[in-house]
C-alpha cells in the first residue's frame, strides 16, 4: 500500500505535530487501540467514564486532537472518544476504506461494539459527518 506520506521525516513531522496538539490541550486522556476487520484504530479517551459518551470524528487530513481542540469543554460533560479516522495522516492504519459502500459504517459500528457502547452520541465535520452518516445508515441502532 502507498504511504500517506512522501517521506519517512515527513511522517515524523506529522506525528510529532500530532503529539505538541495532543499536549497542547491539557486533558487526561489515554490512548485505546481497537483491531477491526479494516486495521487497527487509535482512539483517544478522554473525561469521566461514567459521563455519556460521545465520539468526535474529525475531516479530512486531520486527526483526533484536532477534533478533540474543536469541542474544548465536551470532556466536562461527556466520556469523550476522538477517533483517528483510517488512511489520515495519523495514529490509525492506512487502510483505505471506500466512500460509495458501506465500509466506514461497518468500520465506526466495529469499534462501537468494541468500546461496548449501548448507545452513542457522535460529533464530527467536514469528512468526520460523511463518516458519521454512513455509521447510521449502516446501523442506527446505537
Known amino acids: ?13 506529522i506525528l510529532r505535530l500530532y503529539d505538541e496538539k495532543l499536549q497542547e490541550l491539557d486533558l487526561e486522556y489515554e490512548y485505546l487501540r481497537v483491531n477491526t476487520s479494516f486495521g487497527e484504530t487509535n482512539i483517544i479517551a ?5 459521563k455519556p459518551p460521545i465520539i468526535l470524528v474529525h475531516g479530512s487530513n486531520g486527526c483526533a486532537p484536532i477534533a478533540i481542540e474543536t469541542y474544548p469543554n465536551l470532556h466536562k460533560t461527556h466520556r469523550v472518544y476522538a477517533v ?12 483505505r476504506l471506500s466512500m460509495n459502500d458501506n465500509s466506514y459504517g461497518k468500520w465506526m459500528n466495529e ?6 457502547i449501548d448507545t452513542v452520541s457522535m460529533a464530527g465535520f467536514s469528512f468526520g459527518g460523511l463518516v ?4 447510521l445508515e449502516f446501523d442506527e441502532s446505537r
Open 132 to 135: 458519521i452518516l454512513k455509521t
Open 111 to 116: 469499534l462501537i461494539q468494541d468500546l461496548k
Open 1 to 13: 500500500m502507498k504511504s500517506l506520506f512522501k517521506s519517512e521525516q515527513g511522517k515524523q513531522d
Open 46 to 50: 478522554t473525561g469521566d467514564i461514567t
Open 84 to 95: 483517528d479516522v483510517l488512511a489520515q495522516p495519523n495514529k490509525s492504519a492506512k487502510t
